[in-house]
């Protein structure tokens, strides 16, 4: 069993729908993490947070540490949100991040 | 634009070959991640280099090896190559050195095909 787990692997949706994103992790954490990876390979850092909710624009990322959960949400989503979202987290010390396998995300006009 | 610049975008070899791929992290960050991104393995964590000092190691084959120089860029040295390690290679650094956690700033990638 991976130690960060993403659903759904795959979603497509509508220009405008509300889309959610869940990450499960089953190890001890300082903080985790939601990446952007678009088409040409880069990855951007949208989040780290390590408890409660964030808000950044029209993506919201909030973490619930006693139930090893995170989700990430998109509202009045838009084409240009495709991309592959990535949960990850850091376990404390000078290890780098663990990754799950990410979710492929389209938004069809 | 993080402020990460990796070098080359793109590396075609042959099987057996060495090369070594180049990053140079954002101006202040003391800290280099390496990471491996392939399609059956996904996203995967190589190295750490702290100011010049190795800190952690993750899934690195013992045909692989990096160092940080004074001023801060990392390379990751690649030798014996097998199809296998054909993979997008990232660097991202980020200030500190972990503990708590800190946002980490990816660069573009190297695109290594092993033909």
């Known amino acids: 069993k991976n130690e960060v787990e993403q659903s759904p692997q795959n979603l497509t949706a509508q220009e405008g729908e509300f889309i959610t994103i869940n990450c499960s992790y089953s190890?001890?954490?300082?903080?985790l993490h939601w990446l952007q990876q678009h088409p040409g390979g880069g990855i951007v850092s949208l989040f780290m947070?390590?408890?409660g909710k964030k808000k950044h624009g029209r993506l919201i990322a909030t973490i619930n540490i006693q139930e090893k959960h995170s989700s990430l949400h998109i509202t009045a989503s838009h084409p240009r949100d495709s991309a592959v979202y990535i949960c990850?987290?850091?376990?404390?010390?000078?290890?780098?991040?663990?990754f799950g396998k990410g979710t492929h995300l389209i938004i069809q006009p | 634009d993080s402020g990460v610049t990796q070098t080359p975008k793109h590396l075609i070899t042959a099987t057996g070959q060495r090369v070594t791929l180049r990053c140079s992290p954002r101006?202040?960050?003391?800290?280099v991640y390496w990471y491996q991104q392939s399609l059956d393995q996904g996203l995967q964590f190589l190295i750490h280099?702290?100011?010049?000092?190795?800190?952690a190691k993750g899934n690195i084959l013992e045909r692989f090896s990096a160092q940080q120089f004074p001023d801060l860029h990392s390379e990751l040295n690649l030798s014996s190559l097998e199809l296998g390690d054909s993979a997008l290679y990232f660097c991202?650094?980020?200030?500190?050195?972990?503990?708590?956690?800190?946002?980490?700033?990816f660069g573009a990638g190297t695109r290594l095909s092993v033909l």
């Open positions: 991202a650094s980020s200030v500190a050195s972990g503990g708590g956690g800190n946002i980490q700033y």
């Open positions: 990850a987290v850091s376990r404390g010390g000078a290890d780098g991040l663990t």
């Open positions: 101006s202040g960050d003391l800290s």
């Open positions: 190890v001890g954490i300082s903080a």
């Open positions: 280099y702290y100011n010049g000092e190795e800190r």
């Open positions: 947070l390590s408890s």
